[in-house]
Structure formats: structure tokens, C-alpha cells
């Protein structure tokens, strides 16, 4: 076991992405994730990898997709604004089934909104973002351990399923220290036979490429890449439960969100109310088969957000309607107090007395 | 136990600072914590506030809304969060910069000219140590013990000749 | 005796291109550079969106195809992550300056050493023939249909003359393929431009001026006199810098 360091979690997903042997950063700077960048720049050129203060979020992202049809490990990050210009070339890297890592530290919007952390590009995320069929694999760090941990898996799972990831975060998670445990140096174990490194006149020419004017080629790509999502959503999903064996009601929180909410859950248990928590840690895939299994017994589900209430739709599917979901949710850069979720569980379990 | 403090004052008076010195000091000692800023434009002259969570368990949500322990390093932090110490709480209360009484009967409060008190130890800007070594004598939340080996994790190596004024302000502040 | 050959680097795949156009002899002249500096196992060139959108079938080195616009920021990924490879882009006026702009400026600013081709025939090709950054004055195309008004439409961009005031790139030049002459001359500046990024110095590209007879509504040979009367008097052809020629004098 290493020792543990205090860092702040920005600095966890920069120095866990370095040892996951991801050597090719760009990005822009943004409020709240520029010390990400800021470490990047100053580690990089020691251990000679790439980083590059691109003139855009536009160029960044479309650097991501040169390097990772290069065939390595290669990443961006920016917070909301930003990641909406990063769109398009999102979409490119997934029409062209590459790997790469999105960090979206997120703030409020829309539009410039702020600067304080928010959950509000859950949409964004979770069900496309840019244009076309496609998913990105979307982990949800609770901790700055968590920033670091989900950052090697998130190349690991990119690599695997040649599907982009997207670590969403949020900026009270990306600002704040905790000690961490940095993961061991590791890097991409799997083939990438695509990989347009040259011919060296020995093979046929590869193609990085999301262009299909045939419509039945176009078809068919779609189909086949979302047959891997069939097996990401198998496979892939994750989720911590905290009390909801016996629960009568589940807050249903991520990030930040979540760690508000345990507390409220302890807050709820010392009165005597059997509240319980399940923390998605991929928002795609959701964990539906948990939340479908806790609808067998709880009176009401309350999903906690730092949005007007977009992971509350999932909620209801996974559970379809079966049960009675509410909202708990500050936005703008404001934070749920454990009162406040605690005072939403209440009125859960007192609802259907 | 758990103790959740929080430091509020004006931007530049080494707010962030103080309560990484209490994060690492508590790293040291194997304790759960966190440590949370405030970020933003409200950092560069206006005022800065940071949460510190020292526990003996896994730190639930790093937000301190609640404090047990305040550090107010001036008026407006005050008047802003001394409503939301709780009942039996401590308050800390720098007061060179603010004139005030703290209005409250149901928290202890320490009143400490630490401003002063770090000029007349040649470090008119150690005001947040001076006020930390009289955190750590009252509360005993993080030991008295091996303070440089934390000064040194967040004093910069090109600032090392820093060490030893901020330990005396420590010591200042712990005597005061 | 073969006295004509199709050049190796590229693909035996028809080119897709209308009778006249010119982006065929351009192909073939990138190609030939390629051919000709040995380096098609070790190249991967980057796709527009325009006309040239399907290149990427027709040379036979890796290929990948880009958003619009953004072949510099792609190449410029590849190159980070594979110095010792032969990085070009082929890309239309619509794609490099117009949507693309910026990621041509900045990455002729950071002298990336990659190649780019740039393919001006002053219109929107592949979308049916809309008015490009690169229309002359007056020119009528299907979104300019009494003619560019530059009160309201502004005027053409002239990318040479922007980006030879940059201290960055190391090599800029136009060239033309209406006649014999300018294609031999074509040849040689695009060889050149390979061989700058195979010997380390940097950001080269080269602006071709070309012909679209289906969008201008002319004969393949009525165009080429019109790239000669009206094209190369607004973008003159040469060598608008050369950082190691100038350090060499």
C-alpha cells in the first residue's frame, strides 16, 4: 500500500491519469478544473509527454481524437462551457469508435452560469451531448480518491469498449483535499490493430473515420457499437449501497450530492427512519437492476441533484414508476445542507403513513 | 470524534493557508479529513473561507455548514457564521481587526489580538498561524507535536527560510 | 518501358470528383510527394469536410477523417503522438478558412511540423456551390446571387498573406494547376513541403489555387482561364515565406 497524500482532487485525476500511462493532455482554461491543467503543464515536460494549451475547446477535443487515432492514451478536461464545445468532436470520437477521457469538472448554467460546482450537464452526459446515437461510459467520483481511482478505470474501460468516458465531476469534488492513495502505475493492455501508426507498407491502410454515406453501412456501425453498450450496461455497471437492505425510503444521490446525503441518511436513522442510499458511480451505465430491486420495498425514492432534476428521470424508469420518486435538488452553485435532504426523506416516508 | 472548523477572513490573509497546515497536520496523525475552499473572483481581495474536517471516521459530506469550531479573521466572516456555530461550539475571534463582542451566550469564545500579536513577532502576516497555535492549545483537535513536519508540506521548498517564523507564530498563538 | 505510372501512395478507388475539377491533379501531386520522400509507410494524412471528404480512400497511407475544419488540431494530436511520422492535411477553403480558421492560425503560430494542402477554388463544392471565405468580389454563387457584395458580405480571405506575418510558420506558399507550367512548379513547392516537415522545420502549406467548373456554371477549360484572369491577379502566386531560405541568404 502507498502512502497517502493530500491533494486536491483536480490534482488526483491529473496525477492518476499520468500513472494510467496517459502521456498527451489539451486542454483550455476554465474555472473550476485549471489546476488540472496547471499540473499537466508543469508534470508532462518531465516525463516527456504532451502537453498543450490549445487555442480552443474545439481544437482540444480534435487533438484528443488525432492522438487517440494515434492509438494512445490521451485525455481533456474542462468544466460545463467548455465541454459543450467540446461536443462535436465528442461525437466524432464516438462515431469513429476511439478511446479517449473527457474530465468535466462541473459549474451552474446555462450559458456562463457561474463558477460553483453543479450537476447540471447530467443530460449532457448521460444521453448524448452532441449529435448522433451514442453513448459516452460516465463515471460519477464521490471523493478525491474516487477522482483518482475512476480515472485509471476510466481508460481502462475506454480502451476495452473503444468507447469515449467522461469522469463527471463536479467543482466542490474537483477543488477540495483528502488524502488519497495514488493507484500504481499501469497502462493499455489491449490491442489497438486500428491505430493509424503507419503502414510501414506491410498492411492494407487503416481508416479513422465516422463517415458512412451508405445508409445500410451506416446502420450497421450503429447497430454493432451499440451492442458493446448492451455489454457495457451488462458488465459495467457500479454503484455503492449505504442501508437499504431494510430502507423505507432511498435517496438516490452522486458526486457531491451524495456524500451530502449519507450524512442526511445517518441524520435520518438516528430518528428512527429507515432511510437508505444508493450512489450510482456510472451514471451510464445507471445502475437500473439496484434501484428496480430497492422499489420491492421502499415506500419512495428521492433523488438528490445539484440540477433542476435530470438523474430523477432515470430514476423513475429504472423503478417505472412503481414507486413514488421526489426532488431534492439546489442549483445554481448551491448545495443541498444534510437538513434539507433529510427534511425530503421525512416527508418520503411520512407521505404514504 | 469529529470536529468541523471553519476559517473565514479577507482574501491574502493566508485563510486557505492555515487550514491546510490543519489538513496536513491532521494527514500526519492518520485521521480522516478534508479540506474545502471557497474558489472564484471572490478569492482575489474579497473575502475566503475554508472548511476542515478532522475525524476519526470516514468524512461524510466535506461541506461545513454547520462548524463546531469558527476562526474569524474578520468582521464580515463574523457576521456572516457566527449563527451557524453550533450550540457548545467555539469561536475564535481576531481581535485586532474586529472590535466586536460575539453576540451568542451558548459558545466559548477566545478572543485573540493575532494581528498584533504576529507583528510584534517581526510577521505582521502570520496573523492565521498565530490564531491556528491558539486553535490547537483550546481544542487539542490536532496535536502540539512535530509541527514543522506539516509546516513543511505546505511551505513551499523556495520558501523554506518561512519555516521557522511560522512555527514561532504558531507558538505565539499557542501561548497567547 | 513505363513512361506513366499511377503513383504508389495512392489507392486504385476511382476519384469521386466532377469532370474538370482539379482536386485529381492535386491528389496526384501530394502523391507524388509522398512517393517521391519515401515516407508512405510512415505517413497519415487528415480528410476535410468538403469536396475532399472521401481522400481518405484515395491515399494509400493511414487516413483519418476530420471534423470540419479541424485537420490542423487532429495533425496536430498525431504529430504529438508520433513525432517520428509524416503528418499532412488536405483541406478546402470552406474547411481551413472559414470554420477552421482559427485551428489553421494557431497551429501555423505554434509551427507544428505538419504539411498542409490547401485547396482554394473560391466556393463551397461538395454543399453545391455557396459562397466561400475565399469568393472574389462580386463573384455569383447560390448564397452571393447578385454577386459577393463585400458591404455586406465582406471580403475574401487571403491566407498566405495573413499567415506569412506570423513569426511561427516555416514555410507558406501559393501555387496554381491551370496550366503545365504551374503544375510543375505546383509539384516541387508541395515536395518541398514534405521534405521541410521530414527534416524537422516546421508548420509548411501550401494554398493551390483551383478550379470548380460544375459550381461556376463554366467549362473545365473556360475555368482554368478564368483561375488565370480573375483568381491569380486577387491571389498572386509565390512564396510568401521561406524561414530557412531567408536564413540561409
Request: aromatic share 8%; charged share 20%.
Amino acid at each position: 500500500m502507498s502512502e497517502k497524500v493530500l491533494m486536491k482532487g483536480n490534482e488526483a485525476i491529473a496525477e492518476a491519469a499520468i500513472r494510467a500511462g496517459c502521456r498527451h493532455y489539451f486542454g483550455y482554461p476554465i474555472t473550476p478544473q485549471t489546476e488540472l491543467a496547471a499540473y499537466m503543464a508543469k508534470r508532462m515536460p518531465k516525463i516527456d509527454g504532451v502537453f498543450l494549451q490549445a487555442e480552443s475547446e474545439i481544437a482540444a477535443i480534435n487533438m484528443v481524437y488525432g492522438v487517440s487515432s494515434a492509438g494512445l492514451r490521451v485525455m481533456t478536461s474542462s468544466s460545463s462551457p467548455g465541454v459543450s464545445l467540446k461536443q462535436e468532436g465528442i461525437s466524432y470520437i464516438a462515431g469513429s469508435d476511439l478511446p479517449a477521457l473527457i474530465v468535466n469538472v462541473e459549474r451552474g448554467g446555462p450559458g456562463l452560469g457561474g463558477i460553483q460546482p453543479s450537476q447540471s450537464d447530467y443530460f449532457q452526459a448521460t444521453k448524448g451531448g452532441g449529435h448522433g446515437d451514442y453513448h459516452l461510459i460516465v463515471l460519477t467520483p464521490a471523493s478525491v480518491q474516487e477522482m483518482a481511482d475512476l480515472t485509471a478505470l476510466a481508460f481502462d474501460l475506454s480502451d476495452k469498449y473503444r468507447v469515449p468516458a467522461m469522469l463527471l465531476a463536479d467543482g466542490t469534488i474537483g477543488q477540495m483535499m483528502e488524502p488519497v492513495e495514488l493507484p500504481a502505475e499501469s497502462g493499455c493492455t489491449v490491442e489497438k490493430p486500428w491505430a493509424v501508426t503507419g503502414t510501414k507498407m506491410q498492411r492494407r491502410h487503416n481508416i479513422v473515420n465516422s463517415l458512412y454515406l451508405v445508409p445500410e453501412e451506416l446502420e450497421r456501425t450503429n447497430i454493432e457499437r451499440f451492442e458493446r453498450y448492451a455489454q457495457i450496461e451488462a458488465n459495467e455497471v457500479r454503484y455503492e449501497k449505504f442501508m437499504t437492505e431494510d430502507a423505507d425510503v432511498c435517496v438516490v444521490a452522486f458526486g457531491i450530492a451524495a456524500r451530502v446525503s449519507k450524512n442526511a441518511v445517518i441524520a435520518a436513522r438516528n430518528e428512527g427512519i429507515k432511510a437508505g442510499l444508493i450512489r450510482p458511480i456510472t451514471v451510464w451505465p445507471f445502475p437500473k437492476k439496484a434501484i428496480a430491486e430497492a422499489a420491492k420495498h421502499v415506500k419512495g425514492f428521492v433523488s438528490v441533484e445539484l440540477s433542476m432534476g435530470q438523474m430523477i428521470e432515470d430514476v423513475r424508469l429504472a423503478c417505472e414508476c412503481t414507486r413514488p420518486v421526489s426532488l431534492c435538488s439546489r442549483v445554481g452553485g448551491m448545495i443541498p445542507s444534510p437538513d434539507e435532504v433529510l427534511e425530503s426523506i421525512k416527508k418520503m416516508n411520512g407521505g404514504l403513513k | 470524534m469529529t470536529t468541523e472548523i471553519l476559517i473565514a477572513g479577507f482574501g491574502g490573509q493566508g485563510v486557505l493557508f492555515a487550514g491546510k497546515f490543519l489538513a496536513y497536520k491532521g494527514l500526519l496523525e492518520n485521521r480522516h479529513l478534508s479540506w474545502l475552499p471557497s474558489y472564484g473572483p471572490e478569492m482575489r481581495g474579497g473575502t475566503a473561507n475554508c472548511s476542515v474536517i478532522l475525524s476519526d471516521d470516514n468524512v461524510g459530506s466535506p461541506i461545513v455548514s454547520k462548524p463546531d469550531v469558527l476562526i474569524a479573521m474578520n468582521l464580515p466572516s463574523l457576521d456572516k457564521f457566527e449563527k451557524d456555530v453550533v450550540p457548545g461550539g467555539t469561536i475564535y475571534v481576531e481581535s485586532t481587526l474586529i472590535s466586536r463582542k460575539v453576540a451568542r451566550d451558548d459558545v466559548k469564545v477566545f478572543y485573540v489580538p493575532a494581528t498584533e500579536l504576529a507583528k510584534s513577532i517581526g510577521a505582521p502576516t502570520l496573523a492565521n498561524m498565530v490564531m491556528i497555535g491558539k486553535f490547537i492549545r483550546e481544542s487539542g483537535a490536532v496535536s502540539y507535536d512535530e509541527l514543522d513536519a506539516a509546516l513543511k508540506k505546505v511551505v513551499s521548498a523556495r520558501h523554506a527560510d518561512l519555516l521557522e517564523i511560522n512555527l514561532k507564530a504558531i507558538t505565539t498563538g499557542y501561548q497567547y | 518501358m513505363v513512361v506513366f505510372e499511377k503513383p504508389k501512395s495512392l489507392t486504385d478507388a476511382e476519384f469521386h470528383y466532377c469532370p474538370g475539377c482539379t482536386h485529381g491533379i492535386i491528389h496526384r501531386l501530394v502523391a507524388e510527394a509522398i512517393d517521391a520522400t519515401g515516407c508512405e509507410g510512415n505517413a497519415v494524412g487528415v480528410a476535410p469536410v468538403g469536396c475532399a471528404v472521401m481522400a481518405y480512400n484515395y491515399f494509400a497511407c493511414d487516413m483519418v477523417e476530420a471534423a470540419h475544419g479541424r485537420a490542423p488540431a487532429v495533425a496536430t494530436g498525431l504529430k504529438r503522438a508520433m513525432p517520428d511520422h509524416v503528418i499532412f492535411t488536405y483541406q478546402g477553403d470552406g474547411d481551413l478558412a472559414s470554420i477552421g480558421m482559427a485551428e489553421t492560425v494557431h497551429a501555423a503560430a505554434r509551427n507544428e511540423n505538419i504539411t498542409v494542402i490547401f485547396v482554394n477554388n473560391a466556393i463551397y463544392g461538395m454543399t453545391g456551390g455557396q459562397m466561400a471565405p475565399t469568393s472574389l468580389p462580386g463573384q455569383v454563387t447560390q448564397t452571393s446571387p447578385y454577386g459577393r457584395d463585400v458591404k455586406t458580405a465582406g471580403y475574401p480571405v487571403k491566407v498566405c498573406e495573413i499567415l506569412r506575418d506570423l513569426d511561427g510558420p516555416e514555410f507558406i506558399a501559393r501555387v496554381a494547376v491551370n496550366n503545365v507550367k504551374n503544375v510543375r512548379n505546383a509539384k516541387k513547392i508541395i515536395q518541398k513541403a514534405f521534405e521541410n516537415q521530414i527534416a524537422g522545420k516546421g508548420f509548411s502549406l501550401v494554398e493551390v489555387v483551383s478550379s470548380c467548373p460544375t459550381n461556376w456554371g463554366m467549362t473545365p477549360v473556360k475555368a482554368l482561364e478564368w483561375v488565370e484572369e480573375k483568381m491569380i491577379p486577387y491571389y498572386p502566386l509565390g512564396v510568401y515565406k521561406d524561414r530557412s531560405a531567408k536564413e540561409e541568404n
